[in-house]
């Protein structure tokens, strides 16, 4: 777990001191080594406590774990490995252990479906290991049968219980359907997308302003299509999977998530 990575710090002094191992006799030494011993165990203390702290105010704004239920503990690595990305403490581990481990089968505790623009990775963005995210990407992170068929695969046989739906600022697919244009199969994505530019141009005039508004009500267009299947309509109504909408910004690195 992302989190627990994070704030768990025990130095080999104090480890050795707390199993009797400090290589120090009796008497005074032993005081010493006692005092020491102490000391270090509560400056360790105070790093954990300062480094929760800092953990919390970077991951303010990120997902309200109290209200994910079954997929809170997804949720907390997903806010803590955004964190993590934001401090430039990326370390997901890529191993060839892990590797060897993840032959036997995967368990995704996350379905990410978000653009295919190459700025927005989301296993470095939420600092992912192999096997934690099941990831499907589209140009506009919109989605048809093949998408809503992967996602119904990871929620029913994989154990997935969170459904990450990212778009992301200054996305090039939902700019080409504020401008109208497109040839060859990207009009079936812009065909897709247009709906939510229409919506967007009922309040908003601006085009950098329209595409802004568009590529959030993009989101919630994809959760509708999400939720038009028996499969995962099902499971979200059960409590068993959460749905959830959110924003990449490709510019600080930081995600927003909509609020119901």
């Known amino acids: 777990m ?4 994070k704030i768990t710090t025990v130095t080999l002094c104090s480890a050795f001191a707390l199993a009797g191992l400090a290589g120090c006799a009796g008497g005074a030494e032993s005081k010493e080594v006692a005092t020491t011993s102490a000391a270090t165990e509560s400056e360790t203390t105070k790093s954990e406590e300062t480094t929760v702290t800092q953990v919390t105010a970077e991951v303010a704004g990120g997902l309200d774990t109290s209200s994910m239920g079954v997929a809170a503990n997804a949720a907390e690595e997903l806010n803590a490995g955004n964190a993590q990305y934001l401090a430039g403490e990326a ?11 993840l032959t036997n089968g995967q368990k995704p505790h996350t379905v990410v479906i978000t653009c295919s623009d190459s700025r927005v990775p989301p296993e470095l963005i939420f600092n992912a290991d ?6 499907i990407r589209t140009a506009g992170n919109v989605v048809g049968e093949f998408e809503v068929g992967s996602v119904e695969y990871a929620v029913d046989h994989l154990g997935s219980q969170l459904v990450l739906v990212m778009g992301h600022s200054s996305c090039g697919a939902v700019g080409a359907a ?16 247009t709906p939510s530019v229409d919506e967007a141009s009922k309040t908003e005039t601006d085009k950098e302003a329209i595409a802004d508004k568009a590529e959030d009500l993009n989101v919630e267009n994809t959760l509708s299509k999400l ?3 028996s499969v995962i309509k099902e499971l979200e109504d059960a409590g068993k999977i959460k749905l959830v909408g959110a924003k990449y910004d490709i510019e600080t690195g930081k995600v927003t998530y909509f609020e119901k």
């Not at 370390?91 to 481990?101: C, T, Y």
């Not at 192999?130 to 990831?135: A, P, R, Y």
């Not at 504020?178 to 997308?193: C, L």
């Open 2 to 5: 992302k989190l627990k990575n």
């Open 91 to 101: 370390d997901m581990n890529i191993s060839a252990d892990l590797r060897e481990k």
């Open 130 to 135: 192999l096997g934690e995210l099941f990831t």
């Open 178 to 193: 504020v401008e109208g244009h497109a040839s060859g199969n990207v009009e079936h994505i812009i065909h897709e997308i």
């Open 227 to 229: 939720r038009e299947s």
